[in-house]
């Protein structure tokens, strides 16, 4: 495995981004001394000058992100504990969102989230450097972006500032490019956004994992679009979680639904009950002897349900003015009932007074 070669292990390019990938490669774009997430196993340290076979396999792995921040520069990489909040993202999808971005020769693109830098490089190869504008919303991340694609013999506009509002300045764009998890679309960037123009985003809605979403701006003010594939990203700073405040004692009570049925349906369901459920997260965990263990958290509640194989019954637990395990249990039933539709099937839609998910068609809204 070589760097060299990354552009041909990712099936979703075409010829244009293939000797894009080749012309910028990523290896410029990843420190000495990193944060290394393969798409398997556990997270690890890599650092060039000690391990340079470890720090070379990470670069040119399709499914490894490479972490480059932890908590805001609070922490150092390797020290242990923290939120990541800056990487270079796993090359894959990388790969999946700039087909998915599919622009044609001439387009303007705003990126939201510079991190390193690499896809900034990418689309200013690819587009011209006057034709890409990228937002990044820390000063020393944005720094060292800045230095590597100057390396990469790149010069795109950078601009420190908050990517929520978009660049008004450059608008409108034909394509946008966001590369932070968003719950909530920002409609500035909708705005921003020449009618037929795409943004294309990874959708976090907090219950299990991100989704990418590809919207068309239709000339009315809005954009809708569908989902295309799984993937994690660290969301947008002002959009990131903030722990629920649960009072009160948990109320008992057990199901027959087997939780490990909601959790591992498919996409399609995963997605439905976002949509159905905004602001409800969700996790879960196998325990130790054929155990399983799903949380559910809301700004104002929580729950949990536990699978054992010893029970026909799933003991449940909420607690909170909500009973999310109830709420979650219904929509899953109500995603069986319309036939299990798979991901392909759902679509977002955004408006200057929000967004909802729907189900084939934006006139069928699955979204309270
Ligand atoms: C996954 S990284 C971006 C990866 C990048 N495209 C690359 O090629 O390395 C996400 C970045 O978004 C930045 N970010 C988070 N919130 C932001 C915001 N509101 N505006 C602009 N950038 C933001 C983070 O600081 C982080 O550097």
Redesign the pocket.
Known sequence: MSADDLADRLPDLDGRWREAMRAVPRRL?VPGRAWCLPGEGEGHLIDRAIEPDLWEHAVCSVDTAIVTQIDDGAIGIGEGGGEY?????APGV?AAELALLDPYDGDEVLE????????AALLAHRLGDANVTS????PS?LAVAEANIRKAGRSPRLVLG???KGHPEGAPYDRVHV??GVREVPYGWVEQTRPGGVIVLPWISGWEGAHLARLTATGDGGAMGEFHRACA??P???QRWSAPVVEGGFRRSSTLLDPRRVVRSSYGAEVAIAGMLPGVCGTHADEEGGGFRVWLWSDDSEAHAHYTPDYKRISVWQRGPRDLWDEVEAAFLRWVSWGSPGRDRFGMTVTPEGQYIWRDTPGDPVSP
């Open positions: 774009f909040t800056s990487s270079g993202s990388v939201i989230g510079t991190g390193t830098g690499w896809t937002v990044e919303i820390d991340v908050d990517g929520t590369t932070c990203f660290m947008l700073r002002s």
